[in-house]
C-alpha cells in the first residue's frame, strides 16, 4: 500500500487548509483511511479516520472544525481544517488499515505516508 499525501502548508490562527491523499498498490480490502499528525515533543495522535462503510472518528480537538471526506472510489480522502489554532501544527501523516475503524483509536494503522507538515502562525 502506498499513500501519496498533499495540501501542507504554512497558515494563519483563523485560517483553513485542505489535505488530501491518494492510496494505491493492493488496496482492494483497504477499510480506513484517514490522518494522524505528531506535534514536536508529543506522540502521534489519531486526526480523523474514515471507514468504507461510511463511519468516521474525529479527535475531540478537532470536532466542529475538522471534517473528513472520501471520495466515491473510496481510494482518496480530503481533510478540510478550518478555524485552525496553532495547537494545530504538526506533521500530518495519511494513514491506511484494512482492519474495523473501531479498532484503530486503540491500535494505530498498519500503513502511513510520508507526512506533511502543517503549521499555524499565531
Known amino acids: 500500500v502506498q499513500l501519496q499525501a498533499s495540501g501542507g502548508d504554512t497558515v494563519q490562527t483563523g485560517g483553513s487548509l485542505r489535505l488530501s491523499c491518494t492510496a494505491s498498490?493492493?488496496?482492494?480490502?483497504?477499510?480506513?483511511l484517514g490522518w494522524y499528525r505528531q506535534a514536536p515533543g508529543n506522540q502521534r495522535e489519531l486526526v480523523a479516520v474514515?471507514?468504507?462503510?461510511?463511519?468516521?472518528r474525529y479527535n475531540y480537538s478537532v470536532k466542529g472544525r475538522f471534517t473528513i471526506s472520501r471520495d466515491n472510489d473510496a481510494n482518496t480522502v480530503h481533510l478540510e481544517m478550518n478555524n485552525m489554532m496553532p495547537e494545530d501544527t504538526a506533521v500530518y501523516y495519511c494513514?491506511?488499515?484494512?482492519?474495523?475503524?473501531?479498532?484503530?483509536?486503540?491500535?494505530?494503522?498498519?500503513?502511513w505516508g510520508q507526512g506533511t507538515l502543517v503549521t499555524v502562525s499565531s
Open positions: 494513514t491506511s488499515s484494512f482492519r474495523p475503524i473501531a479498532t484503530i483509536e486503540s491500535n494505530p494503522p498498519e500503513y
Open positions: 498498490g493492493k488496496i482492494w480490502d483497504m477499510n480506513v
Open positions: 474514515f471507514s468504507r462503510g461510511g463511519s468516521t
